[in-house]
């Protein structure tokens, strides 16, 4: 079996099937979304996955104007209003929505749902053939072979499939970065205070340690990062045990930790692509960079991704121009590359800063969260730092001309 299409985009996760909701705004597209997981129907009343994002404004309008924001369930998404970061009682950092003229500063949503909301939006377009659960083992000149033994013929292969990205090492791109020998542990908690829709991340001496609310006022997912060998020894603690520790470090804020689920650590790395294309190949999202996640940017960084190729794409393909060719995608990572490596490196650089236990740099950066927390205008620009905002913003749609009325059409974020 053959198959042929303009576009086959591997990984079906939060980027990739966002990717593909948008590219099929221009009905002229045709486009393939193979994912290799099973993606089964999720329960609303299921417990709170361990894993969650917090989606900045931006990427919240992007979602909005695909319409996958309206199909994400109320009851499992939590907007914060505010925001406080600290080291000590010297140092802390209070930040409101209502300083920014917003209603909040982002929302916190479990990866699972909105993955599998974008998913079954795909599932509806009609030009889009949903393939999973299926992977590619082969791809030469555009050709993808499935494991099924089918061949899937593209102008374009987009690689969203994640940092470990099958698609990146079999076109030969580079991957720079190191491992930062720490690990991230995560796990969802329940408190004796409510969060009162503040999210909060202390700063310690091996990582932040961030408390992010959740729809039950008096329920958090908790992101720590600790050297590897303090993973270890706080993933064999019992859950009384390892509350005691979160209510230490987090200097009980929010009382004593009722109960802990879900507790588990993934790796923390940065890896940058030495470049974001190669004839026929595109990469985005963790396929073409991850990050420290003490900014919780990595979903934001891999949409403004999936926009500008967006962008790019149905710019060639208004020009008849081959959506695979080098030209094309040289200019999808002029877009997005530097802007990228500028956010990595301001965030390796803030983590770095503040591991440090050198008496000067110590001096230096309470000097300076002092400055910021006294002065409003400072504090609003380290949040719209936060907050993702590119030099270059994309378009958010841009729909066939044919229809420049569409509710879609020339939409800037």
């Keep these: ?7 086959a985009i591997i990984g079906g996760g ?9 590219l099929s705004k ?8 193979i994912e290799s997981q099973d993606i089964s129907p999720l329960s609303h009343e299921a417990p709170f996955d361990n894993r969650v994002s917090a989606l900045t404004k931006t990427s919240e309008k992007i979602l909005q104007h695909l319409g996958i924001w309206q199909k994400l369930p109320d009851k499992r998404i939590t907007a914060f209003t505010d925001m406080t970061v600290w ?35 795909c599932q509806e377009c009609a030009n889009i053939d949903v393939m999973y ?15 099924d033994g089918s061949i899937v013929k593209a102008s374009l292969v987009v690689a969203a499939d994640g940092a470990n990205s ?3 090492k079999m076109s030969a791109i580079e991957t720079k970065g190191w491992s930062y020998k720490q690990k991230g542990i995560v796990c969802t908690v329940s408190t004796e205070k409510s969060h009162q829709f503040t999210a909060r991340q202390r700063f310690l001496p091996q990582g932040p340690l961030a408390f992010l609310p959740l729809p039950d006022p008096k329920q958090c997912s908790i992101v720590w990062s600790v050297n590897d060998n303090n993973a270890e020894r706080l993933l064999a603690l019992s859950d009384e045990a390892f509350g005691a520790e979160l209510e230490s470090h987090f200097e009980e804020r929010l009382g004593n930790i009722i109960s802990i689920r879900g507790r588990q650590a993934f790796p923390l790395q940065l890896r940058h692509a030495s470049q974001y294309y190669q004839q026929g190949v595109a990469l985005v999202g963790d396929a073409a960079h991850t990050i420290h996640p003490l900014a919780g940017q990595g979903v934001n ?16 393909k208004d020009k008849n121009q081959d959506l695979g060719h080098i030209s094309v995608l040289q200019r999808y990572q002029r877009l997005r590359r530097a802007d990228n490596l500028l956010m990595q490196f301001s965030m390796d650089l803030f983590n770095r800063v503040f591991r440090s236990q050198i008496l000067p740099v110590k001096w230096l950066r309470k000097t300076a969260l002092s400055a910021v927390s006294r002065q409003r205008l400072l504090r609003n620009l380290f949040m719209q730092h936060a907050a993702s905002r590119p030099f270059a913003q994309p378009n958010l749609i841009n729909t066939n001309k044919a229809s420049p009325h569409s509710d879609l059409a020339n939409n800037q974020i």
């Excluded at 802390?92 to 909301?117: K, R, V």
């Excluded at 659960?133 to 494991?147: F, H, N, V, W, Y």
């Excluded at 960084?301 to 060639?316: E, K, Q, T």
């Design 14 to 22: 939060m980027v990739g099937a966002t990717l593909a909701v948008a």
């Design 1 to 7: 079996m053959r198959q042929e299409y303009d576009i």
């Design 87 to 121: 080291e000590d009682k010297d140092s802390e950092l209070n930040f409101s929505s209502a300083d920014m003229g917003e209603t909040s500063l982002g929302t916190i949503i479990e990866n699972t749902y909105l993955q599998h909301t974008a998913f079954s939006l």
């Design 301 to 316: 960084i891999g949409l403004l991704d999936a926009m500008s190729l967006v962008d790019v794409i149905f710019n060639a």
């Design 26 to 33: 221009k009905t002229t597209l045709s486009i393939a979304l």
């Design 166 to 168: 099958v698609i990146k």
């Design 133 to 147: 659960p299926m992977s590619a083992i082969a791809l030469e000149d555009g050709d993808l072979t499935l494991d």
